[in-house]
Structures are given as structure tokens and as C-alpha cells.
């Protein structure tokens, strides 16, 4: 055992650990299926990373790779904290361990800041192929992945990659597309409505909802009635 595994396993709370199952639906057919927890919060989680920061990355895949959430969860916030010293490597790492980044938590605190900022300027077909996926996680990476290019005023593949995901029938894929597409809206509205206005009506409801939650609620209920 890896010494920050026994320091992740010390500050498990086992009493929690039912609790994050339940949350991160663990159960039979859910989308965690099989998901083990030990019972950590995130803070936690990202206090322990801190102190690990210059883990060797074999010990980083070795954690990604665990059985256990907290510890993938842990090995991303480690990587995250390596990426800017060697973009390159890191990047082929999580990329190598991309089906180990399978539940909503694990992708949303690593796709932008790891795969997305790689990309700012460089090609993203990848992020078209991973859209196009039957893997769940890998179409949530692909949309996720764009909040980098969205703080960065680029909408382009935001609303292309959207436009693939809009058939989806995954709650989880409508809620991510809905919260980029509103982090679009914060930064430039009119974009997003001209992506709406094509759109809203085809757009599976949770989607539409997540979209324009920030908007005055006259609008809003104009897009809801339509």
C-alpha cells in the first residue's frame, strides 16, 4: 500500500462512505454501478493531494487506477497540481486513464483544467470523437472539457459539440450540456440564445432548464411555454 493510500484510508470517515454511494448512484443499473467509497470529502481529499503533490506518476496511475473513488478523485487533483511543469506528459497520462474517470465529480474537477486548457491551441478533433462515444463519461468529458475554451470568450465547439449531445438520452449529458451552454449565456447571451432559438424546442427539458436558468424570468418562461 502506497503511503498516501493509508493516509486517504486514516481520514475515511466509514459511516459516510453509504452516504456518498447513495448520492453517486452505486446501485445496480445506476450510473456508478459498483463505485466504492471510503468515506472522504473533497477538502480532504484535496488537502492530502497538496502534501503529494510531486508523487511519482507511476504512484499517480497506480491511485487513478484503484478501486476506490476517493483515491481516483485524489490522483486527478495531484495531477492537476503536476500539469503546468510538464503539460505533455501529464495529458498522456490521464488520457491513457481516461475509463478511469467515470463518475460525474471526477470528470467535472479535471476535464477543463486538464484536457480542455491542453487544447486551447491545439486541434480538438478528440474532443469530437470522445462526443461521438457510447461511453457516458467520455461524451461528459468531451462537453466539459469546453468550459476552458468558454472562459477564454471561444464558444465555437461549445455549441458544435452540444449540437451532437442534443439527442442523448442521459440526464447527465442534458445537465452538462444545460450548464455550458449558461456559462455561454453568462459571457455572451446573444450566442446563446441564437443556439436556443434553433434549438429549445428539440432540447430534452432538463437541458433547456440548466441553459437558461440565469435568464430574467419572463424570458425564461417564454422558452419553457414554447
Not at 13 to 25: E, H, T
Not at 170 to 197: N, P, S, T
Amino acid at each position: 500500500m502506497l503511503p498516501i493510500e493509508s493516509e486517504l484510508q486514516t481520514a475515511a470517515d466509514p459511516q459516510k462512505a453509504p452516504l456518498f454511494q447513495r448520492f453517486f448512484k452505486t446501485g445496480k443499473g445506476q450510473y456508478g454501478e459498483g463505485d466504492i467509497f471510503l468515506g472522504l470529502t473533497v477538502p480532504e481529499q484535496r488537502k492530502i493531494a497538496k502534501r503529494y503533490k510531486d508523487l511519482p506518476l507511476e504512484d499517480v496511475e497506480t491511485l487513478l487506477r484503484s478501486k476506490f473513488h476517493e483515491h481516483r478523485l485524489t490522483a486527478l487533483f495531484i495531477l492537476m497540481f503536476q500539469y503546468r511543469n510538464d503539460k505533455d506528459k501529464i495529458i498522456k497520462v490521464y488520457l491513457d486513464n481516461l475509463k478511469h474517470v467515470n463518475n460525474w465529480d471526477l470528470v467535472d474537477s479535471s476535464a477543463p483544467g486538464l484536457l480542455g486548457d491542453y487544447l486551447l491551441d491545439k486541434d480538438r478533433e478528440l474532443l469530437y470523437k470522445l462526443a461521438r462515444s457510447d461511453d457516458l463519461w467520455e461524451k461528459r468529458i468531451a462537453v466539459i472539457s469546453t468550459f476552458a475554451f468558454i472562459k477564454n470568450n471561444d464558444f465555437d465547439d461549445t455549441l458544435k459539440i452540444s449540437e451532437i449531445l442534443l439527442p442523448d438520452k442521459h440526464d447527465l449529458i442534458h445537465k452538462a450540456v444545460g450548464w455550458m451552454l449558461r456559462e455561454v449565456g453568462k459571457r455572451d447571451q446573444e450566442v446563446e440564445e441564437k443556439f436556443l432559438r434553433r434549438y429549445h424546442k428539440v432540447m430534452p427539458r432538463t437541458m433547456l432548464r440548466y441553459a437558461i436558468e440565469k435568464f430574467d424570468e419572463p424570458k425564461r418562461k417564454e422558452y419553457l411555454k414554447k
